[in-house]
C-alpha cells in the first residue's frame, strides 16, 4: 500500500515532466507561484467548503514546475566552496526532505477527502522535489554526507504530520531571514543563492496550505475528538520546543526518528554561516518578520496564515534593546 504512496499525484504534476521553459516561461511560473487570490466572493471561513476548495486550489495552481535535474551549479572558488561545505546543515537538511516526504505521502494517502489528499499529496511530492536538489548540490560540490537512514512510513501518519507541519513553520520562519542575509551581504555567488529561491517559496506554500488544513480540520472533526487533538496538538508544540533548546537528546517523535538539537538549532544559530555582516537578534528577528509577511503577501488575506512564530517574536522584539547606529565612519 505505501509503496503507491511514494508515486508522484496525477493531474498538474504532469508539468513536471515538461522538458525545460525559457526565460518567460520560468518568469510566468515563478509569478504564479508567489501570487494567488480566490475568485470567490466573500469571506473563507474555516470550516467551509469554499474555504477547503480555496486553499486546495491555490496550493494547486501556484505549482512549480522547475526540474531538479537540470539546475546548472555554479562554480565555486576554493572559498566560497569551504564556506558552503562548512555549513553543518547537509545530513539533517537531505534527512529532513526525506522524512517530510514520506510522512506528508502518508498522511494523505489516508485521507478521504479527495480534494485534501491531492494536496497534501503534492506537498509531499514536493519534499521529495527539495531532498533531489539538496542531493544534486552537495554532489556538485563534493560535499560528504553520512549513509542516509531508511524512511519507514510512521507508526502514527496524523502525529507524523503535525510535528512535521509545526517544525516546518518554525524553520521556514527563521530560514527566512537567514536567506535575506545570505542574499545581501554576498557571502555567496548570487547564482547559488538565486538557485534555492523557489525552493524558499515552496516552503512558504508549504506552510500556508498546513496552517489552512489546521484551520478546517479544527473546525471540522466531531466534537468527541476535538480535546484529544488539541491535546496531541499541545504535545507537539512540546515535542519541537524541547527539541531546539536541546532538550529531546534521544526523544522519539513518534515517527521512529530521534532528534539531533545541534543541527535542528541551526536555523537560529547560523548567521555567521551564512554572512559575514554583524547583526544583533533583535535585528535578526525584526528581518525574519519582515521576510515572513513579504513572502506570504501575494496569497489572498482570507487565507490563514501561521501565527505563532511570528506572535513569539513580535512579543520577544518588545522586550529587546535596539541595537546602536553603528559607526559608519571608519
Known amino acids: 500500500m505505501i509503496a503507491a504512496v511514494i508515486e508522484p ?53 501556484t505549482f512549480n514546475p522547475y526540474k531538479p535535474t537540470i539546475i546548472d551549479w555554479p562554480v565555486l572558488g576554493d572559498e566560497e566552496r569551504n564556506r558552503l561545505i562548512s555549513l553543518p546543515i547537509w545530513d539533517i537538511a537531505v534527512q529532513t526532505e526525506g522524512k517530510a516526504r514520506i510522512r506528508m505521502l502518508s498522511y494523505a494517502y489516508g485521507l478521504s477527502d479527495p480534494a485534501w489528499r491531492e494536496a497534501i499529496e503534492l506537498n509531499g511530492w514536493e519534499e521529495g522535489r527539495h531532498k533531489t536538489v539538496l542531493s544534486n548540490l552537495v554532489a556538485a560540490y563534493g560535499i560528504t554526507l553520512e549513509p542516509e537512514p531508511a524512511y519507514p512510513p510512521p507508526r502514527n501518519a496524523e502525529w507524523a504530520y503535525l510535528v512535521t507541519g509545526f517544525s516546518e513553520c518554525i524553520d521556514s520562519f527563521f530560514a527566512f531571514g537567514l536567506f535575506a542575509m545570505a542574499q545581501r551581504s554576498g557571502f555567496f555567488p548570487p547564482e547559488l543563492v538565486d538557485t534555492f529561491e523557489p525552493v524558499m517559496q515552496e516552503e512558504c506554500r508549504h506552510i500556508l496550505l498546513f496552517a489552512n488544513w489546521l484551520a478546517w480540520h479544527r473546525r471540522t472533526i466531531p466534537w468527541w475528538r476535538r480535546v484529544g487533538f488539541e491535546l496531541r496538538v499541545a504535545a507537539a508544540w512540546v515535542f519541537l520546543g524541547w527539541e531546539r533548546i536541546g532538550l529531546a537528546r534521544g526523544m522519539d517523535d513518534g515517527a521512529g526518528n530521534k532528534g539531533k538539537p545541534q543541527d535542528n538549532n541551526f536555523t537560529v544559530s547560523g548567521t555567521k554561516a551564512v554572512s559575514n555582516v554583524d547583526i544583533s537578534i533583535r535585528e535578526l528577528m525584526e528581518l525574519c518578520l519582515a521576510e515572513n509577511d513579504r513572502r506570504f503577501a501575494g496569497y489572498d488575506e482570507r487565507l490563514a496564515r501561521p501565527t505563532t512564530m511570528p506572535s513569539l517574536v513580535r512579543l520577544a522584539c518588545r522586550f529587546m534593546r535596539r541595537p546602536r547606529p553603528r559607526d559608519r565612519t571608519g
Not at 515538461?18 to 515563478?30: F, I, L, M, N, S
Not at 501570487?35 to 469571506?43: F, K, L, N, R
Open 9 to 61: 499525484p496525477p493531474g498538474d504534476l504532469k508539468l513536471a515532466q515538461r522538458t525545460g521553459q525559457d526565460a518567460a516561461a520560468a518568469a510566468a511560473a515563478d509569478h504564479a507561484a508567489r501570487h494567488w487570490v480566490s475568485d470567490q466572493a466573500g469571506p473563507l471561513r474555516p470550516g467551509s467548503e469554499a474555504h477547503k476548495l480555496a486553499v486546495t486550489r491555490m496550493f494547486r495552481e
